[in-house]
């Protein structure tokens, strides 16, 4: 993609430029849990700070209209300095606007406790549109949503991407072109979002391996028992790669059932157990593939990780961060892994995408990115 990037624009001294921020992180108790994503939200911030610009900070958090970014902004601030603005739809923001020195940098309220922010509406992106002369769109975690804040104010300003969101289209754009021999490695559950992407890097990539609960859907489709396993709300019965000869599947699990927490062959699952990890001789199998590959593509879970069953994701973390290949990694509770053992460096990169990077990697772009070139 050809992005209009908002380092190329010369004078930036006095601008008031609008950012939208990948700010949505977990929170336990009120407290920013994770901090991943404010850190890659900070070159943009510092490079338009540096450069005399006013800036102001939009983005949201959690899904309910009652959530605030209030925490977000007592971690971020430690991070690149700034100062809180509040609801950028109250009637004394403007005071606030107007109050801003060159190289400020307020970061507003949550902008979905406004309904009008999913549903692009033009009211919305003209309230906080009145506030900028520039818009920049660095928030990747977001692009496959079409909101007043990604889609509407790329329409409404001179828009351009961030430092941040230029460089996650440059990495993913990269691996869908791979090095061979190549794997992409895919967990998580809702295979209804994945089916896309299943059938189109089987044909790119060498080898896939599918784990996680979307693992359990093809394990059915093949008339394999699952018990109480976690499924999709789709039949992969007729599925063209159900026997794929890139294909690659758990060959051992870790259930929980009535007789504990044990490892099973797949086939050996009882009706009363749920499949809930990858198996260790699955991990070894993994191993030889990971150490072979050039290029390494993974984005979700291989296991229930919010649940604690985290070995099989953090074996595969280990061996992929130890690998010799380019390997490019995204998804929540993947990156939590990673950031939980340390191994954030180990990577040629880690994407603050989750679903927008699946969107990416199935679609190649999508409406708000497209508002950008």
Not at 95 to 112: A, F, P, T, W, Y
Not at 181 to 194: N, V
Not at 234 to 241: G, K, Q, T, W, Y
Not at 328 to 338: E, K, Q, R
Request: with cysteine.
């Amino acid at each position: 993609m050809n992005l209009k990037l908002i380092t190329d624009v010369e004078d930036l001294q006095g601008v008031t430029v609008i950012v939208r921020s990948s700010l949505n992180v977990p929170l336990v108790e009120g407290e920013v849990r994770n901090t991943f994503r404010l850190h890659r939200a900070a070159p943009t911030l510092e490079y338009l700070k540096n450069k005399g610009a006013k800036v102001i900070v939009i983005g949201h958090i959690g899904r309910e209209r009652q959530e605030t970014l209030k925490p977000v902004y007592e971690e971020l601030k430690n991070i690149v300095p700034m100062s809180w603005g509040g609801s950028i739809t109250d009637e004394d923001f403007v005071d606030i606007k107007n109050s801003m020195q060159d190289g400020d940098i307020v970061i507003c309220e949550n902008l979905r406790q406004d309904e009008r922010e999913k549903n692009n509406d033009s009211e919305l992106v003209e309230i906080i549109a009145q506030y900028g002369d520039l818009y920049v769109n660095d928030a990747f975690a977001v692009v496959h949503r079409s909101h007043a804040s990604t889609l509407g104010l790329a329409g409404r300003l001179p828009a351009y991407a961030g430092i941040t969101l230029a460089e996650e289209v440059s990495k993913l754009s990269a691996v869908m072109q791979p090095e061979t021999p190549s794997l992409f490695l895919l967990g998580g559950a809702k295979f209804q979002t994945k089916f896309p992407l299943v059938e189109k890097y089987l044909d790119l990539y060498d080898k896939v391996f599918i784990g996680g609960a979307i693992a359990n859907d093809i394990l059915k489709a093949r008339g394999v028992e699952i018990g109480k396993s976690m499924v999709s709300d789709i039949s992969l019965e007729n599925a063209s790669f159900l026997r794929h000869e890139k294909l690659i599947l758990p060959e051992d699990v870790v259930v929980d059932g009535p007789d504990g927490v044990r490892v099973k062959a797949v086939g050996e699952v009882n009706p009363d157990e749920s499949i809930l990890d990858l198996g260790p001789e699955t991990v070894k199998t993994l191993e030889s593939f990971i150490k072979d590959a050039k290029t390494t593509l993974w984005n979700g879970p291989f296991g229930a990780y919010e649940a604690g069953f985290v070995d099989g994701t953090e074996s595969v973390a280990r061996l992929v961060a130890a690998a010799a290949g380019y390997s490019v990694i995204g998804g929540g509770d993947t990156v939590a892994a990673v950031d939980k053992l340390g191994l954030n460096d180990d990577f040629e990169f880690v994407s603050i995408g989750g679903g927008s990077m699946l969107t990416f990697l199935e679609k190649g772009s999508t409406p708000a990115l497209q508002a950008l070139e």
